[in-house]
């Protein structure tokens, strides 16, 4: 008698409705559901460079692999997060799993940030994600980088819980007033590096950062470049002379400096290593000055040195007219051009010491 035999069907994949899902290379996804817990994060800074990436066996049977990103250690899953922007941190990213969401809310990944606000426009409140950012840090953010947005009011919030900040950058901060900034550099004792680009800050602010500030290394004062006549101010070089000694980098492109200026920076700081004035055009580089200059500073920018590297537009502004004092009666922000084609900054991903040096 023949016995009969039945072949068993096998169970078909459960179909992944998380609606937080995000799909990954090769059409894999990773949810909450489906990830497990992550150990402890230990030193989110140290991880071997020769670990393998965990991998699965794709979904439909084929012979390519795909990643399986749930499964990354958290000290190689804080090197990806930091690369993210602040927004995709915050957003997305810390919804994929809970391993991520441990990951995005370590202060490790969050000692570095930048923001743009053309970058992020589709942030309603910019100013909002920032201090969100801020506060993840727990104290212990150390590069700061705002552009195109930014308050006295949250300048004066980061500074109070930032106390460890080497690295502060501003670019086109219009709302940021001197005396907000010099309230702010007050609790900012550590600060190495500052850049103010394309601000409305005068020399009161220069002055606030080298009072408080004993450490400061780096200076970039940035802005648009001109060539009228008659059109010249040393306040801000004086300012930096008096109050900066133990600067080894400063680059003032566009300012409105002269040869005195000039002396009195070099006068002043004596351990300055690299000096950029390119489109400084009230300064005659030539004799016993461009003598001193090039066996004082290491590294030196002339005037009409190549602007290949700068990173804003370099396009010096025609201004149509002038003000009662002779000053050019409008501002062009670094980002656009006389098209209104966007110049891209850095990005708001992680900032590097490149930016500053």
Same mark, same amino acid.
């Given at each position: 008698?023949? !016995?009969?035999? !039945?072949?068993?069907?096998?169970?078909?994949?459960?179909?992944? !409705?998380?609606?937080?899902?995000?799909?990954?290379?090769?059409?894999? !996804?990773?949810?909450?559901?489906?990830?497990?817990?992550?150990?402890?994060?230990?030193?989110?800074?140290?991880?071997?460079?020769?670990?393998?990436?965990?991998?699965?066996?794709?979904?439909?049977?084929?012979?390519?692999?795909?990643?399986?990103?749930?499964?990354?250690?958290?000290?190689?899953?804080?090197?990806?997060?930091?690369?993210?922007?602040?927004?995709?941190?915050?957003?997305?990213?810390?919804?994929?799993?809970?391993?991520?969401?441990?990951?995005?809310?370590?202060?490790?990944?969050?000692?570095?940030?930048?923001?743009?606000?053309?970058?992020?426009?589709?942030?309603?409140?910019?100013?909002?994600?920032?201090?969100?950012?801020?506060?993840?840090?727990?104290?212990?953010?150390?590069?700061?980088?705002?552009?195109?947005?930014?308050?006295?009011?949250?300048?004066?919030?980061?500074?109070?819980?930032?106390?460890?900040?080497?690295?502060?950058?501003?670019?086109?901060?219009?709302?940021?007033?001197?005396?907000?900034?010099?309230?702010?550099?007050?609790?900012?004792?550590?600060?190495?590096?500052?850049?103010?680009?394309?601000?409305?800050?005068?020399?009161?602010?220069?002055?606030?950062?080298?009072?408080?500030?004993?450490?400061?290394?780096?200076?970039?004062?940035?802005?648009?470049?001109?060539?009228?006549?008659?059109?010249?101010?040393?306040?801000?070089?004086?300012?930096?002379?008096?109050?900066?000694?133990?600067?080894?980098?400063?680059?003032?492109?566009?300012?409105?400096?002269?040869?005195?200026?000039?002396?009195?920076?070099?006068?002043?700081?004596?351990?300055?290593?690299?000096?950029?004035?390119?489109?400084?055009?009230?300064?005659?580089?030539?004799?016993?000055?461009?003598?001193?200059?090039?066996?004082?500073?290491?590294?030196?920018?002339?005037?009409?040195?190549?602007?290949?590297?700068?990173?804003?537009?370099?396009?010096?502004?025609?201004?149509?007219?002038?003000?009662?004092?002779?000053?050019?009666?409008?501002?062009?922000?670094?980002?656009?051009?006389?098209?209104?084609?966007?110049?891209?900054?850095?990005?708001?991903?992680?900032?590097?010491?490149?930016?500053?040096?």
């Amino acid at each position: 008698m023949a !016995t009969s035999t !039945t072949t068993s069907t096998p169970p078909r994949r459960r179909l992944n !409705t998380n609606p937080h899902a995000r799909i990954l290379h090769g059409g894999a !996804t990773t949810s909450s559901s489906a990830s497990t817990p992550c150990s402890p994060l230990k030193k989110l800074n140290l991880m071997d460079p020769q670990q393998p990436l965990p991998q699965k066996q794709p979904l439909d049977g084929g012979s390519a692999l795909v990643r399986d990103w749930a499964g990354l250690s958290p000290e190689l899953l804080s090197v990806i997060m930091a690369h993210l922007s602040p927004a995709d941190r915050l957003g997305i990213a810390q919804l994929v799993c809970s391993s991520w969401r441990k990951v995005c809310r370590d202060p490790y990944i969050w000692r570095s940030v930048g923001i743009s606000h053309y970058s992020w426009e589709r942030v309603t409140d910019v100013e909002a994600l920032c201090a969100q950012a801020v506060d993840r840090s727990c104290g212990g953010l150390v590069s700061l980088s705002l552009e195109c947005f930014g308050s006295d009011k949250l300048l004066a919030d980061i500074a109070s819980k930032s106390g460890q900040l080497k690295r502060l950058r501003l670019v086109s901060c219009h709302e940021v007033s001197d005396q907000g900034f010099s309230t702010a550099v007050q609790k900012l004792l550590f600060l190495e590096e500052l850049e103010i680009s394309y601000s409305a800050l005068s020399k009161d602010a220069l002055v606030a950062a080298g009072q408080y500030c004993p450490f400061l290394k780096s200076l970039k004062l940035n802005q648009a470049g001109y060539r009228r006549p008659r059109i010249e101010n040393d306040k801000e070089a004086t300012a930096i002379a008096e109050n900066m000694p133990g600067l080894r980098c400063l680059q003032v492109f566009g300012n409105k400096l002269t040869n005195l200026g000039l002396e009195a920076i070099l006068n002043g700081c004596r351990h300055l290593e690299s000096l950029d004035i390119r489109q400084c055009f009230n300064v005659n580089l030539e004799g016993d000055l461009e003598k001193r200059c090039r066996r004082q500073i290491k590294q030196l920018r002339c005037p009409f040195d190549s602007t290949d590297d700068y990173p804003y537009n370099p396009e010096i502004p025609d201004y149509g007219s002038t003000d009662e004092d002779g000053y050019p009666s409008g501002f062009s922000d670094p980002e656009l051009s006389t098209d209104g084609e966007y110049y891209g900054f850095s990005g708001d991903s992680e900032v590097s010491d490149e930016e500053f040096n």
